[in-house]
């Protein structure tokens, strides 16, 4: 008979979709074996054939699924804190970014760096996010904007993976800015790198994902299209960052291509929202960029709400407009400055951020038949993981891989 585990005295916020916040069993028991969940529910419903069985008390603490960065820039190199002081002197993002600065700056860096530094200050970030219950994250390139650089930073996101137990999805971001050797020659750009690199990247099995940066500053819708063709030719989803800094209709866009996720979405009208809906892509909501750029236009949550929109959360940890190491201060921000409530903050860094990277089956519920990426809180009730900030209240995480 295979090792069954039964943990006991704790509340299971299992954030499957039904009447009840957060899908919440208080008093419950959770039944495991071999990295598998064989049965969750309240104790007193326990099946007889696991009552006998010695229990693991989890001392009334809080278990919910695992935590999810659906969204991060995590690897990339130096940093843009000189930004930040021109920022704060009233320089604006455009600006910035115009004059040499922003992404290009990092770009710079991040091509001087090597592999060694790239990967071990990634490790850092990740290490933070880990340490608040994050077992799967998703990670970008952007910062190479060459064939080689870009896929360095890809096999840096796929070293990260064997080197921590937490899931890479790994996603091609060569379309996050034009580089200098390509100014004025943006098509050509897409042909020779987004596109040609992209084929080389996924012939190495480097790419879970198709991303772009569609904005006046970046790629237009356009242009984003032959991109995405390129991808969906190769069976590769996509996503997009949209409406961030404009309303260029991105995430019309990405609905079409019933990609993952349209991300930011700031400046998403609210009578675009319906035609969005029609999609199961998910809203990806990043606050930690809204109060990084002060900015004052918010997502249409309201329209989105109402029409049902799946949201996620994330950090979009990255140097310039979201140095984020904290998923759960992404929460807090999400609820203040966004108005969500706790219950879809914690949807939004579970069952839909797993919706947004495609891994529904192993991440984002505590369900029967699902594997057991878990995380155990000394907290009582789910509302308290966006409610405390500047500390993380993890006390463990469970995952597959303790039952091997």
């Not at 899908?23 to 990295?35: D, F, Q, R, T, Y």
């Not at 603490?61 to 995590?74: G, N």
């Not at 970014?97 to 530094?117: D, H, K, P, W, Y």
């Not at 961030?244 to 998403?268: C, F, M, P, R, T």
Request: with cysteine.
């Amino acid at each position: 008979m295979n090792k069954i585990t039964v943990f006991e005295n704790c509340n299971v916020a299992t954030m499957v979709k039904d009447t009840t916040p957060y899908g919440l069993i208080e008093n419950a028991k959770l039944v495991v074996s071999k990295g598998i969940i064989l049965w969750v529910g309240a104790a007193s419903k326990c099946p007889d054939e696991y009552r006998s069985i010695d229990s693991i008390s989890l001392e009334d603490r809080l278990v919910t699924p695992s935590l999810i960065d659906c969204h991060t820039h995590i690897i990339f190199g130096g940093n843009r804190a000189k930004e930040f002081e021109l920022r704060l002197q009233g320089a604006c993002y455009e600006e910035i970014a115009r004059q040499g600065g922003g992404i290009l700056s990092t770009v710079t860096q991040t091509r001087q760096a090597s592999f060694e530094t790239l990967l071990q200050n990634a490790l850092l970030r990740v290490d933070a996010l880990m340490a608040e219950g994050v077992r799967a994250i998703e990670i970008k390139s952007g910062y190479g904007l060459s064939i080689a650089d870009e896929i360095r930073m890809l096999e840096v996101a796929a070293e990260i993976e064997k080197q921590r137990d937490i899931l890479v999805k790994k996603t091609w971001l060569a379309a996050h800015a034009v580089p200098p050797e390509y100014k004025r020659k943006t098509d050509a750009y897409i042909d020779e790198v987004v596109i040609e690199g992209l084929k080389q990247a996924h012939t190495k099995g480097l790419i879970d994902a198709v991303d772009g940066f569609c904005e006046t500053i970046g790629f237009t819708p356009v242009q984003m299209k032959r991109i995405f063709d390129e991808a969906k030719s190769l069976g590769l989803p996509v996503k997009l960052h949209a409406e961030q800094l404009s309303d260029l209709k991105g995430a019309l866009l990405v609905g079409e291509y019933n990609g993952l996720s349209a991300d930011h979405l700031e400046y998403l009208q609210d009578e675009d929202v319906p035609n969005f809906a029609k999609n199961e892509t998910v809203a990806v909501l990043l606050p930690g960029a809204f109060y990084t750029l002060k900015e004052t236009k918010r997502p249409p949550i309201s329209a989105l709400r109402k029409h049902n929109v799946d949201m996620a959360v994330a950090t979009d940890c990255n140097p310039g407009s979201s140095p984020l190491t904290s998923l759960l201060t992404a929460m807090n921000m999400a609820c203040t400055f966004f108005d969500l409530t706790p219950e879809e903050a914690l949807a939004g860094t579970t069952r839909n951020a797993a919706k947004a990277l495609g891994i529904q089956g192993a991440f984002g519920k505590v369900a029967t038949d699902m594997p057991t990426n878990l995380a155990v809180w000394n907290v009582s009730h789910p509302a308290e993981l966006s409610y405390w900030i500047g500390s993380s209240p993890l006390y463990k995480t469970i995952s597959p891989s303790d039952f091997s």
